[in-house]
C-alpha cells in the first residue's frame, strides 16, 4: 500500500459513492480537529494546558484545561461547515444546535473530546473519540431525540489515538482502517481491514471494584484467574491502561476483552453509550469483535438519554461469547 492519504481514500468512497460531499467534508475535518489537539499535546506548555481548571463537567467529573480546549477546538471547526445539524459532547450539557447564522446539514456528531482525561498529566495514551449519526427529516429543528439513535445506525465512527504514534481508527460501516499520522501530519492508510484475533485469553478490568461487582463478573474473573486449574482451561494474562482508547486499541491489534460493567457504585454503568461505547462497539463489530452489556447487543439497545452510561464488554468474539453464558 503506496501512502494513500485519509482525503485521498475518502475521495475514492465519494468517486465511488460510498459516502456523499457532506460525509467526506465532515470527516475531513473532524480528523484535521483531531491533528490540532495532537499538536497541543505534543507542544504544550506542560502546567498550563495539562492541569485542572476550575470547571466541573455534566459528568460530575472536574474538567483539565485540554478537555475544554479539545472541545471548543472540535466544535469550532465543524459548526460552520454546513454538514451538520447538530453536535454532543461528554463536556456539554445540552445538544448543541447549530446556530443559524450557518446553513444547516443532515449530520449529527457526536464524541468524546479526550477519553482518559486522568493519564493526561502523565503520559499515557489519551485519545478522541467520535461517533457519526444522521437524521432523515430534517427541518432544520432537532432535539435530543434526533440523537436518541441506536448503535446500529452510525453512519461511521472512530477515534484518535494520542500514544507513542497518533493513530486514526475509522469505520464508515464496511470494515475497520487503520492510519499513522505521518512527519508531513498526513494520515496515511496503513491497514484496510482490522480484523480481531477471535480468541484470546487477555482481560482488561479495573479490578480495583471486585468487591462492586456482580456475581457473574465476579465469577468469570475468578475463572480466568484460577488459570489452567479452573474451568476455563487456559492461562490468562491482564491488561489495563485506564484510557479506554488505549485498551481498545490492544484489543483491536491484537485481541483480547475489554470489561466495564455496572457495579454497586455505578449502578446504571460508568462509560457512557452514545459517544464512547457505541462508536467503540461498532468498530469492534466491524472488525469481527462482539460488544454486549450482558443480555444484550449494545448495537441493538435504544438509548433513552444522551449522557446515559451503560456496562459493556467487548473484543474477541469467542470470549465475549464465553462471559455472556455467565449472564444465562
Ligand atoms: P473520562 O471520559 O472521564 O476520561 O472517563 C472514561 C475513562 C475510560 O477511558 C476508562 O476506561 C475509564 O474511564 C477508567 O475509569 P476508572 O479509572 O474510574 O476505572
Given at each position: 500500500?503506496?501512502?494513500?492519504?485519509?482525503?485521498?481514500?475518502?475521495?475514492?468512497?465519494?468517486?465511488?459513492?460510498?459516502?456523499?460531499?457532506?460525509?467526506?467534508?465532515?470527516?475531513?475535518?473532524?480528523?484535521?480537529?483531531?491533528?490540532?489537539?495532537?499538536?497541543?499535546?505534543?507542544?504544550?506548555?506542560?502546567?498550563?494546558?495539562?492541569?485542572?481548571?476550575?470547571?466541573?463537567?455534566?459528568?460530575?467529573?472536574?474538567?483539565?484545561?485540554?478537555?475544554?480546549?479539545?472541545?471548543?477546538?472540535?466544535?469550532?471547526?465543524?459548526?460552520?461547515?454546513?454538514?451538520?445539524?447538530?453536535?454532543?459532547?461528554?463536556?456539554?450539557?445540552?445538544?448543541?444546535?447549530?446556530?443559524?447564522?450557518?446553513?444547516?446539514?443532515?449530520?449529527?456528531?457526536?464524541?468524546?473530546?479526550?477519553?482518559?482525561?486522568?493519564?493526561?498529566?502523565?503520559?499515557?495514551?489519551?485519545?478522541?473519540i467520535?461517533s457519526?449519526?444522521?437524521?432523515?427529516?430534517?427541518?432544520?429543528?432537532?432535539?435530543?431525540?434526533?440523537?436518541?439513535?441506536k448503535g446500529k445506525k452510525q453512519?461511521?465512527a472512530?477515534y484518535?489515538?494520542?500514544?507513542?504514534?497518533?493513530?486514526?481508527v475509522?469505520s464508515?460501516g464496511?470494515?475497520v482502517?487503520?492510519?499513522?499520522?505521518?512527519?508531513?501530519?498526513?494520515?496515511?492508510?496503513?491497514?484496510?481491514?482490522i480484523?480481531i484475533?477471535i480468541?484470546t485469553?487477555?482481560f482488561s478490568i479495573?479490578?480495583?471494584?471486585?468487591?462492586?461487582?456482580?456475581?457473574?463478573?465476579?465469577?468469570?474473573?475468578?475463572?480466568?484467574?484460577?488459570?489452567?486449574?479452573?474451568?476455563?482451561?487456559?492461562?490468562?494474562?491482564?491488561?489495563?491502561?485506564?484510557?479506554m482508547v488505549?485498551d481498545i486499541h490492544?484489543i483491536l491489534?491484537?485481541g483480547g476483552v475489554f470489561l466495564y460493567p455496572k457495579?454497586?457504585?455505578?449502578?446504571?454503568g460508568?462509560l457512557r453509550l452514545m459517544y464512547e461505547v457505541n462508536p467503540m462497539s461498532f468498530l469492534i463489530e466491524q472488525a469481527g469483535g462482539l460488544a454486549t452489556n450482558g443480555t444484550e447487543s449494545i448495537l441493538e439497545i435504544?438509548p433513552?438519554?444522551?449522557?446515559?452510561r451503560i456496562g459493556v464488554i467487548l473484543g474477541s468474539k469467542l470470549e465475549v461469547e464465553i462471559i455472556k453464558?455467565?449472564y444465562?
Amino acid at each position: 500500500m503506496n501512502n494513500i492519504t485519509l482525503s485521498t481514500f475518502l475521495q475514492k468512497q465519494l468517486d465511488y459513492s460510498k459516502i456523499d460531499r457532506n460525509l467526506l467534508l465532515l470527516l475531513n475535518t473532524i480528523t484535521n480537529s483531531c491533528k490540532k489537539i495532537n499538536s497541543i499535546i505534543r507542544n504544550g506548555n506542560e502546567s498550563d494546558i495539562f492541569s485542572e481548571s476550575n470547571t466541573i463537567n455534566i459528568q460530575g467529573e472536574q474538567q483539565k484545561k485540554l478537555d475544554i480546549i479539545a472541545n471548543e477546538l472540535i466544535i469550532k471547526d465543524s459548526e460552520c461547515i454546513s454538514c451538520l445539524a447538530g453536535i454532543a459532547s461528554e463536556e456539554v450539557e445540552t445538544i448543541y444546535e447549530i446556530p443559524n447564522s450557518y446553513t444547516k446539514g443532515n449530520y449529527l456528531l457526536l464524541f468524546d473530546p479526550l477519553d482518559g482525561s486522568s493519564n493526561i498529566d502523565v503520559n499515557i495514551s489519551i485519545g478522541t473519540i467520535f461517533s457519526i449519526l444522521k437524521i432523515y427529516d430534517n427541518d432544520g429543528y432537532i432535539t435530543e431525540n434526533s440523537f436518541l439513535q441506536k448503535g446500529k445506525k452510525q453512519i461511521a465512527a472512530g477515534y484518535v489515538i494520542y500514544g507513542p504514534q497518533t493513530n486514526l481508527v475509522l469505520s464508515l460501516g464496511e470494515g475497520v482502517l487503520f492510519f499513522i499520522l505521518n512527519h508531513d501530519n498526513e494520515w496515511i492508510l496503513k491497514e484496510e481491514k482490522i480484523i480481531i484475533p477471535i480468541n484470546t485469553s487477555e482481560f482488561s478490568i479495573n479490578a480495583s471494584n471486585m468487591k462492586l461487582w456482580d456475581s457473574k463478573i465476579k465469577q468469570y474473573i475468578e475463572d480466568c484467574l484460577t488459570g489452567t486449574d479452573g474451568p476455563l482451561n487456559k492461562k490468562y494474562n491482564m491488561r489495563w491502561v485506564g484510557s479506554m482508547v488505549a485498551d481498545i486499541h490492544r484489543i483491536l491489534r491484537r485481541g483480547g476483552v475489554f470489561l466495564y460493567p455496572k457495579d454497586s457504585n455505578s449502578i446504571n454503568g460508568k462509560l457512557r453509550l452514545m459517544y464512547e461505547v457505541n462508536p467503540m462497539s461498532f468498530l469492534i463489530e466491524q472488525a469481527g469483535g462482539l460488544a454486549t452489556n450482558g443480555t444484550e447487543s449494545i448495537l441493538e439497545i435504544e438509548p433513552k438519554k444522551l449522557h446515559e452510561r451503560i456496562g459493556v464488554i467487548l473484543g474477541s468474539k469467542l470470549e465475549v461469547e464465553i462471559i455472556k453464558k455467565y449472564y444465562l
